[in-house]
Every structure is written in C-alpha cells, then in structure tokens.
C-alpha cells in the first residue's frame, strides 16, 4: 500500500520533509549506470550484518573470546532497539510513498527510521576507531558509502541514516565501557 507524504508527516517540519524527499531523489536520479546500482547494492549488504561479523573476528582473533560475546550481544542490543524504533514510528520508505523512489534493493524489514545498516556500519566503525585504529580509515569510509547507499537505492531517508548513526555510535559506545569495564580489552 502507498503512503502519501504529508507534510507534518511524523511532527518534522513541512521544510525538512521537503529537503529530504528532494535529496532522496536528486541522489537516485545521480545514480543510474548499472555498475553503480551494484556497487552500491554490495556496499549496503556488507555494510549490515557481514561488517558486524568481521568485526567479531577481528575483535575475538585479537583480544580473545570475551571481546567476541560482548560484540555479540551490543549488536543484538542495537539491532532490538532499532527494531523497536521502526515499529514505533512505522515511518514509509521512500520507495513506498505515492510518487515516491523506485526501490533498487531488497527491503530487509519494515519501517525506515531509523537505518539498520548504517547502525551496524557505524557501530563498527567508532569500535574499530578505538580499539583497532588501522582499520579505522576503511571502516569509515564504509560506514559513509553505507548510508549513501541506503538514501541513493530509496530505501531510506537522510535522517534515518543519521539516527541510524547515532544510535550505532551509542551502542559502540556502550560496548567499549563494557569492555572497559570488564577488562576484556
């Protein structure tokens, strides 16, 4: 079923909704060859669950098994709250709006706010940042081409890519103290 984007749609401002239902097009309409729909579309699925288990690797080969279960359980912490989010603010993508996106990718779940991908992307990056600084440089530039991605294949808009950010870099955040605290890492 299509949704209409209203302009007070979930209490934002008629100008805000505006700008970003402008951005989410003029970034698909910036992406049209076909090698550039994959490589985004490679970028988006890594950038979810596979850079969160790579994470776990790197994080259980260098600092042993206690690193790899609290991962585990920030990611699944993250992955519950960001589904709880969806669920509560049951915000349409831009691809299901009337005159909305086409949808380029595969829709994982229901609900746009906040990203999910660019949670587990992000999450990982600020993780790494800390305790593996020599791939931080790629996992940044990863979790960013993540939530580029998701906007430009019109299945999210810029602020759920943003909130999606703030919450991986919490939860990141909150694994690390844990870690800290624990003395685990």
Partial sequence: MMN????TEFGTPVGLVAWEYRLCHRLAEAVTTPSALVALRVVSRFGDWPMCALTGILL???FGPGALGLWALAALTGVAV?????LSAR?????QVAGGLPQRTSIPDVGSFPSGHTLHAVMA????????????AAFVLLAFLMGLSRVALGVHYPS????????GALAAWAFLFLVTLLHVC
């Fill in 4 to 7: 209409e984007v209203r302009e």
């Fill in 125 to 136: 990056a600020v993780t790494v940042g800390s305790l593996l600084p020599g791939l931080f």
């Fill in 82 to 86: 960001q589904k709880v989010l969806k």
């Fill in 91 to 95: 915000r349409p993508r831009p691809c």
């Fill in 160 to 167: 759920d890519v943003l909130a999606g950010a703030v919450l």
């Fill in 60 to 62: 259980g080969l260098r």
